[in-house]
């Protein structure tokens, strides 16, 4: 069985930055994409950024310039740099990776990090 561990989200006042990890631990082959959302109060799901594993990188619109997706394969780890970050920033941030075991390709979501923007 596969977990996805998320850790770096919290309060920050606006223009501050914040780091977000998410670390894959079980029985993993290898980890194909990396994805990061996030669900703003009273919204929907919403893509932030998405990393493969040969590291090329997409990120939505309202991030690019501010956002930075990166990956350690080797710690099976992706990261989530934030600056310049803004009220509208605000939600719970979401890590998904495709897993591939020994058995199976599984799509496994984190129990998501809580990133406030406020002064």
Same mark, same amino acid.
């Given at each position: ?23 894959? %631990? ?35 619109? %309202? ?38 075991? %020994? ?17």
């Amino acid at each position: 069985q596969v977990h996805l561990v998320e850790s770096g989200g919290g309060l920050v006042q606006p223009g501050g930055s914040l780091t977000l990890s998410c670390a894959a %631990s079980g029985s993993i082959v290898s980890i194909s994409f990396m994805n990061w959302y996030r669900q703003a109060p009273g919204k929907g799901r919403e893509f932030v950024a998405t990393i493969a594993r040969d590291g090329i990188t997409r990120l939505v619109d %309202s991030v690019k310039g501010r956002y930075t997706i990166s990956r350690d394969n080797a710690k099976n780890t992706v990261y989530l740099q934030m600056n310049s970050l803004k009220p509208e920033d605000t939600a719970v941030y979401y890590c998904n990776m495709g897993v591939s075991t %020994s058995t199976r390709l599984s799509d496994i979501w984190g129990q998501g990090t809580q990133v406030t923007v406020s002064s």
